[in-house]
Nanobody, 122 residues
Framework: VQLVESGGGLVQPGGSLRLSCEAS????????IGWFRQAPGKEREGVSC????????NYADSVKGRFTMSRDNAKNTVYLQMDSLKPEDTAVYYC????????????????WGQGTQVTVSS
């Protein structure tokens, strides 16, 4: 299992970025897969997740209405479209899966990407 994130960068408040997570070793439409982030000095938190068991995408309250997670099965890639970015969105963003159908992932079984830095600043 390998996950490779890309698309991070520096953006002004109110701007947009689209992150990509290219997966290999498994098929993204068979398993739950999520985006997480970790800001300096803070714990890693869940941002969004595509749940196979629920058949829907879940979002943290802090990003609802601004972020959209999607999946391209042909490219075996998931995306995170981030609009109306705020300084508090600054963090390293990771995609992850534990190869289950649910978004409540088992920490002992999670596969992480290397992360991509998002900085929102004027």
């Amino acid at each position: 299992v390998q996950l490779v994130e890309s698309g991070g960068g520096l953006v002004q408040p109110g701007g947009s970025l689209r992150l990509s997570c290219e997966a290999s070793g498994f098929t993204v439409n068979y398993y739950a897969i999520g985006w997480f982030r970790q800001a300096p000095g803070k714990e890693r938190e869940g941002v969004s997740c595509i749940s196979i068991s629920e058949g829907r995408t879940n979002y943290a309250d802090s990003v609802k209405g601004r972020f959209t997670m999607s999946r391209d099965n042909a490219k075996n890639t998931v995306y995170l479209q981030m609009d109306s970015l705020k300084p508090e969105d600054t963090a390293v963003y990771y995609c992850a899966t534990d190869l289950s159908w649910v978004c409540s992932m088992n920490p002992a079984r999670i596969h992480w990407g290397q992360g991509t830095q998002v900085t929102v600043s004027s």
